[in-house]
């Protein structure tokens, strides 16, 4: 059985922490994804992973880093947290660069900044 | 630019009725389309997808989607509502020859089915 998980379920954080949101996969692929969801808006993409220290900007980058060391492993990281930037996190990956092939998506990590 | 418009940001819906939930979609070329369903508290899941060929597609757990290319339409139902359907519902497009970031979400829809 496939599987994405995600580090922390809930995460509290003070503005001006440095935050690393973790995301690991066991199904061997190569892209991944870091995106948020806030109500109204849906899912907006942050930053794109398609291979080890490969990355692209997403959408909404601004704020955020990423660090891909090992396939299965994609971090996201929030140099100075700040208040908006709580939402919730979704970590996703799919197996090849085919269009038609689904995501997968991690549990979630709701972050608060406070 | 592509994009998922769900017109709807709450579909109410009795137990044992039909249930409809509606996206359109504007995409160059012939789009490859997804409902995704998401849980309280949970990630994402994979409902059903339309690639090519037959306009009705049948997903997981009793779903189905049809595609209408004329009105840019893939609409999800269900004959018969469960409450366990309960839940946000989204929709995402993505344009042939794209990179895989290039998949686009709705802005959701929380379904309610009423006992």
């Known amino acids: 059985d496939v599987k994405v998980t995600q580090s922390s379920r809930y995460l509290v954080k003070r503005t001006g922490e440095k935050v690393f949101l973790e995301c690991v996969q066991d199904?061997?692929?190569?892209?991944m994804f870091w995106y948020r969801q806030d109500p109204g808006l849906g899912l907006r993409l942050i930053y794109f992973s398609y291979d080890v220290k490969m990355k692209e900007k997403g959408d909404i980058p601004e704020g955020y880093s990423v660090s891909r060391e090992k396939k299965e492993r994609f971090s996201l990281i929030l140099e100075s947290a700040s208040t908006n930037q709580t939402s919730m996190y979704l970590c996703?990956?799919?197996?090849?660069?085919?269009?038609?092939?689904?995501?997968?998506f991690g549990p979630g990590t709701r972050l608060t900044v406070l | 630019a592509q994009s998922v418009a769900q017109p709807e940001d709450q579909v109410n819906v009795a137990e044992g009725n039909p249930l409809t939930v509606k996206c359109t979609y504007s995409v160059s070329g012939n789009p490859y389309l997804f409902w995704y369903v998401q849980y309280p508290n949970r990630g994402l899941q994979f409902l059903l997808k339309y690639i090519t060929g037959d306009n009705l597609v049948k997903g997981s757990y009793g779903f189905e989607a049809e595609f209408n290319k004329s009105q840019t339409s893939f609409h999800l139902k269900k004959p018969s509502a469960l409450v366990s359907d309960s839940a946000l519902y989204f929709c995402a497009v993505r344009a042939p020859g794209g990179s895989a970031r290039q998949l686009t979400f709705g802005s959701g829809t929380q379904l309610t089915v009423l006992p």
């Open positions: 996703a990956s799919v197996r090849t660069a085919g269009e038609y092939n689904e995501q997968f």
């Open positions: 199904m061997d692929h190569e892209n």
